[in-house]
């Protein structure tokens, strides 16, 4: 597993409004907040205002957010989800089975107010140690996000996504062998 991974879950403390009382993620439910939360993209606000619960009711994905007082101020989400091989990168494909099993990292998204605070980091690397465990139980080779645009695109391969050379926004993370 990489190292990073093992880093201490620690918030950064660089203005007074970051305290100790939103160190870690815990899964959306209806008594969190969502009404104000603004990351600047219309369609992830409106995602995690409308869609988020009710697919987690449906099983189709799990939310995870970051709060303070039920507000919140950062999600991910994550879902199972599988590839045909020969849709994979060429370098991927190789020992996979015909359908591919990955964890698709549907959406992450940080609050206007708490950008550039490393929170963004914080939860990716949550959100990966949260698949990691999961392939102890369920397999999955690689975890998959759609970057929106070149910049995000860079912000994962920072943390060891490779991006596909056919679609440099479509991007992996393989998991480790057992």
Known sequence: RKSWLAKPYELPT?????TTDFKRTVELSRE????????????????LRNSALRNQKENTSRT????????VLAF??????NIERELLPNTKQRNSPRDVPLISLGKLAVAI??????????????????SLAATEHVAA????????????AKFYERFGFTADPNNPLALYLKFPKK
Request: hydrophobic residues 50%; contains cysteine; proline residues 0%.
């Open 14 to 18: 660089k203005n007074s409004f970051m």
């Open 32 to 47: 969190h907040v969502l009404s104000d939360f603004d990351c600047g993209v219309l369609q992830l606000n409106s995602w």
């Open 64 to 71: 995870f957010v970051l709060v303070s007082d039920e507000k």
């Open 76 to 81: 991910y989400c994550l879902a199972a989800a």
């Open 113 to 130: 107010e708490f950008q550039g605070l490393g929170i963004g980091a914080l939860l990716l690397r949550d959100a990966i140690a949260r």
């Open 141 to 152: 080779k690689f975890m998959r996000v759609d970057a929106k645009d070149d910049d995000v």
